[in-house]
């Protein structure tokens, strides 16, 4: 484990024990949030995502194609190998891998990165294409170090210690690596993560599958060191060793051991002046399938995001945490907004948790399910904790229109007016998995369930998880219709990669 230093120990004790009154901090994000189209804000930021992802008219100037076997211009009938067309691309270029199976460990750098108008695209040609990752170097199928707008999108990845890694160049904002896209892949068997990100801001992860990251680290989806503006969204996680989703700013690497004291507004304070190297801000998260990992996601430092329609476990130890790892209230997961989500927990342990600071937090329209079996049916679980709340350092958060079905509470109890079910039948919901792998679809509720139409419409979430309107009164929970799942299909330009986003397996 890692030791802090007894100056900072110091410090975040002589904050916590100020008689002066704790800054004042924003309430969470009061405007409708949505993944931007090419020039429009995000978080009220003007966007500066991947023109691939952003941009449904966008072309490549030029297209290296690529072959396994491949020994040629780099035309599309005469393909070349992988390496020739990586040591030779510039911003504008895609690089276009036919079918076939590729051993892979391939990576960008600051000197090989596309543009915001120019951005690089590494595509499939179709779903036919699978890469082994290596076991030399970082271990990654595709490794970028300081590249910018990059897109990497349609592969199959299996192995290494990563999937896809994505990093930075320095912790200050100003040495971050931006406009990262990683679209419609599927990964796993990672001894780290499928996916990784550090320093990296304004990076998509959309549309993915990542399973079975092994004890090396053990999560599905990983994005550290204090990036902001973010966007993960239509992916599933499954099986993974550890966290399956986590965003951790990981303060004690980029601010203690860079010599920045916890309470310095360089770790603290807002990316919209460039600091808070120990934040990671403005992230959407929604409409995701995250079950069956050891540990549900954890939102580590994390301020103003939005975070809803997804589906959150069952899992192994416990569920979804907002949480942080020091004592400087500023850096709690705090002013985020959690709407519309289901979460789910099949044991003892939090389903959903606020802890060490992560405050003002708004937490609506949520269901949260605690659940067992027994003999071969489920029924409610009255020892599953639905909410835990930390009194100490939480005060403010607000929680309306929330189910809570069996289970209990810690320091919490529900908010006037919200619905408290202590038993639990299956058919509430379409064909509800009793092991936790069906698919997204399976949580769609049924007419006869108590909480259909129970909660009121919310301006900040009006469509459903698949995209559809919502009318007034709403489901709680991320479905707002029964029947049969739609596809929802992520911006992209790959045709052969128009398909279900990652919502069902």
């Not at 004790?13 to 901090?25: D, G, H, I, T």
Request: proline share 6%; net charge negative; aromatic share 10%.
């Amino acid at each position: 484990m890692l030791q802090i230093p007894a100056r900072y120990k110091l410090s975040a004790l002589l904050l916590a024990c100020s008689l002066l009154p704790a800054p004042v901090m924003a309430a969470p994000y009061s405007g409708l949030v949505k993944a931007p189209a090419r020039g429009e804000d995000f978080f009220g930021t003007p966007e500066h995502f991947n023109r691939y992802y952003t941009d449904p008219d966008y072309k490549p100037e030029r297209v290296l194609h690529v072959s396994p076997s491949g020994n040629g211009d780099g035309s599309e009938a005469s393909p070349m190998r992988p390496e020739e067309a990586f040591s030779q691309v510039r911003a504008g270029d895609e690089i276009l891998f036919h079918q076939g199976r590729y051993a892979g460990c391939w990576g960008l750098d600051e000197d090989s990165s596309g543009t915001y108008d120019l951005p690089i695209v590494i595509r499939a040609a179709s779903s036919d294409v699978s890469i082994d990752c290596c076991n030399s170097g970082r271990k990654a199928c595709f490794n970028l170090e300081g590249a910018s707008h990059i897109a990497i999108d349609g592969f199959r990845m299996n192995g290494g210690s990563y999937g896809i890694r994505t990093v930075g160049l320095h912790y200050k904002a100003a040495g971050h690596q931006k406009g990262i896209a990683i679209l419609n892949n599927r990964i796993g068997n990672q001894y780290k993560d499928p996916v990784f990100s550090g320093q990296s801001d304004w990076i998509v992860v959309d549309g993915n599958i990542a399973h079975h990251a092994g004890t090396g680290d053990g999560h599905g989806i990983y994005l550290s060191n204090g990036g902001d503006w973010f966007i993960v969204r239509n992916n599933e996680l499954h099986d993974n060793s550890s966290s399956d989703f986590q965003i951790n700013a990981d303060p004690i690497s980029t601010c203690a051991e860079a010599d920045i004291a916890y309470d310095d507004p360089r770790c603290d304070g807002s990316a919209l002046e460039g600091r808070g190297q120990g934040v990671s801000e403005f992230v959407l998260v929604e409409s995701n399938y995250f079950h069956i990992s050891d540990v549900g996601p954890n939102f580590t430092s994390v301020r103003n995001a939005v975070v809803r329609n997804n589906i959150f476990g069952p899992y192994g130890r416990h569920g979804t945490s907002f949480w942080q790892e020091t004592d400087n209230p500023r850096l709690g997961s705090s002013d985020n907004r959690i709407e519309h989500n289901l979460f789910i927990g099949f044991n003892r342990r939090h389903v959903l948790q606020n802890t060490r600071d992560s405050d003002r937090n708004l937490i609506r329209n949520n269901i949260l399910l605690g659940y067992r079996l027994s003999g071969s049916s489920v029924e409610a679980n009255p020892e599953t904790v639905l909410v835990e709340i930390d009194t100490d350092t939480v005060h403010d958060s607000r929680f309306s229109g929330n189910v809570y079905i069996g289970g209990r509470f810690s320091g919490f109890s529900p908010a006037r007016g919200e619905q408290r079910l202590k038993t639990f039948s299956s058919d509430w919901f379409a064909t509800f998995p009793p092991d936790g792998m069906g698919t997204a679809a399976a949580y769609r509720p049924e007419k006869t369930a108590p909480f259909v139409d129970k909660a009121s419409l919310l301006p900040t979430t009006p469509m459903d998880m698949e995209g559809r309107p919502r009318r007034n009164p709403v489901n709680p929970g991320p479905w707002e219709y029964g029947g049969e799942l739609r596809a929802t299909i992520t911006p992209q330009h790959s045709a052969s990669t128009k398909q279900n986003t990652g919502i069902t397996r």
